[in-house]
């Protein structure tokens, strides 16, 4: 009897195990392939010796293979780690990366010696058809869709795999996580927030979106009896009375969106999403009413910008006074807005930072409970952008600080040096001076202290009313620089950050 497949899962360390999630993403896989075979998952973000534990189970019994997830910024290292170990100790043991970080570098990823295949886009189908191939079933390799791979020194791209949309019928297998408890955690919503993703891609192509590129303006919402099911579990199965949804873009069209929100106000569990303030704005007035009695709490909202320009070169699709509008609407139906702007362009660098001081002002004045992330507007490579928007906008080279081409890392070593690793994770760009990275971190600091996160559940009020209090003359006279007794002060409270710790 020839035995069963089976794959070995790995989510590398990314974050805090209070702040470890769903990894929804193995979830999605470990379902399609446990169809005609098995896998197992293995979360770094929970076990944090991952390594020993995939070397143990490699040792305990035989894997076609070990698919990774690699996200690029800091889960860069554990990955290239963890590969190195497989390759050091089963060496005949095929290492497949997938997700965010392959999908965009494949041929960075496929330059390193202990990467055999890499995943590009979605992984529900692509994946088992390489597992049924190296088993010497099934297609060859050089027919699976959405696969990249090496023959001898010779890198291989197969042909895109196509838009994969949810399948109702589809239910994730939480056991494989141990004790799926673990993953609902504390947060401004409630005491047990759980994550889902319903919706999947996102229609708009924004150049810096990791989203966009991948997806290429798909994208897709699942049926409101699939969305009920799966959150009536959450919720009575293991307890969540909240939600946080990892979706691309939970608002679409109205249509689409409103027996979504008949759940959610059935439900009545707390929620936070991704939305866009145009589509806000586009909800009738019948449809807030769901929204309210639905209780989402906060929508993360990217407003990138103040300058219409700006957003038309960046692909955006929204315009400053939508942003505005939105702020509005937003405090009128008890929604927190999370609004998030990317400072520092590599053009009139500094002008656009001032003017998006002056607009997130603005931004406040309007409605002082929205959330402001900040973030350094960092584009993807031209080679890294989906295969639909290569070579169709004019983009001017990006030069850094001294008017040199800035060149991208070609291999996975390279991209876990620290500037690049910023990069990543839109926190630092080769154009910036260090005058203009020390303005954006005192802005950042003064505002931050002003307006402390509604999200920072650790830091007590009365030190959180202090800080206000102290930053209140800074920021009413734009006094931002060197704010070293605010600086002193949140090294006693701690406040929380949301653009690096989530929720």
């Avoid at 001076?433 to 202290?449: E, G, H, K, N, Y």
Wanted: glycine residues 6%; contains cysteine; charged residues 25%.
């Amino acid at each position: 009897m020839t035995p069963t497949a089976n794959t070995l899962l790995v989510n590398p360390t990314i974050t805090s195990r209070s702040s470890a999630r769903f990894p929804l993403a193995l979830l999605n896989l470990a379902e399609g392939l446990d169809r005609n075979g098995t896998s197992r998952i293995i979360d770094g973000n929970i076990d944090r010796h991952f390594i020993d534990t995939a070397l143990s189970a490699l040792a305990e019994q035989q894997y076609d293979a070990v698919g990774i997830s690699v996200m690029g910024g800091p889960q860069v290292a554990p990955s290239i780690a963890l590969s190195k170990a497989i390759r050091e100790h089963f060496p005949a043991t095929p290492i497949v990366w997938g997700g965010y970080f392959p999908t965009l570098y494949t041929d960075t990823a496929l330059a390193a010696p202990y990467v055999d295949y890499a995943i590009r886009g979605q992984g529900e189908e692509t994946l088992p058809a390489l597992i049924t191939a190296l088993r010497g079933e099934g297609s060859a390799l050089a027919q699976i869709e959405g696969l990249s791979w090496k023959d001898g020194e010779t890198v291989i791209h197969n042909a895109n795999r196509r838009f994969l949309r949810s399948n109702p019928a589809l239910a994730l297998p939480y056991g494989k996580l141990g004790d799926p408890r673990n993953y609902l955690a504390r947060t401004f919503l409630g005491r047990r927030t759980a994550a889902h993703q319903a919706a999947l891609g996102c229609r708009f192509r924004c150049t810096f979106c990791g989203v966009a590129a991948m997806f290429g303006g798909a994208t897709a919402l699942p049926t409101a009896q699939r969305l009920e099911r799966e959150l009536s579990y959450l919720k009575h199965g293991l307890g969540a009375d909240s939600i946080q949804f990892f979706d691309h873009n939970f608002f679409d069209r109205e249509v689409e969106m409103i027996p979504l929100l008949e759940v959610m106000a059935r439900l009545e569990m707390p929620w936070w999403c991704y939305a866009r303030a145009d589509a806000l704005l586009n909800l009738s007035e019948s449809t807030w009413k769901l929204v309210r009695k639905s209780r989402l709490r906060m929508a993360y909202i990217g407003a990138e910008s103040p300058s219409g320009a700006m957003l038309k070169e960046i692909r955006k699709g929204t315009r400053p006074d939508q942003t505005l509008e939105a702020a509005e609407l937003c405090r009128r139906n008890g929604v927190i807005p999370e609004l998030s702007f990317m400072v520092a362009p590599p053009e009139n660098t500094e002008e656009e930072t001032e003017r998006t001081f002056e607009f997130i002002r603005e931004i406040k004045r309007i409605n002082p409970q929205s959330e402001i992330i900040v973030y350094i507007y960092t584009p993807l490579p031209e080679g890294s952008r989906h295969e639909k928007d290569r070579g169709k906008h004019s983009a001017k080279p990006l030069l850094d600080l001294y008017g040199e081409p800035v060149t991208f890392p070609r291999t996975p070593e390279e991209w876990t040096e620290q500037r690049w690793v910023d990069y990543a994770c839109h926190a630092d760009a080769p154009w910036l001076s260090d005058a203009l990275r020390q303005r954006i971190r005192d802005f950042v600091t003064v505002l931050r202290c002003r307006y402390p996160t509604v999200q920072d559940m650790r830091s007590p009020r009365w030190a959180k009313r202090g800080l206000s209090a102290m930053a209140g003359w800074r920021y009413r006279f734009r006094q931002y620089d060197r704010p070293w007794e605010l600086d002193l002060a949140d090294r006693l409270v701690r406040l929380r950050r949301p653009q690096v710790s989530g929720l």
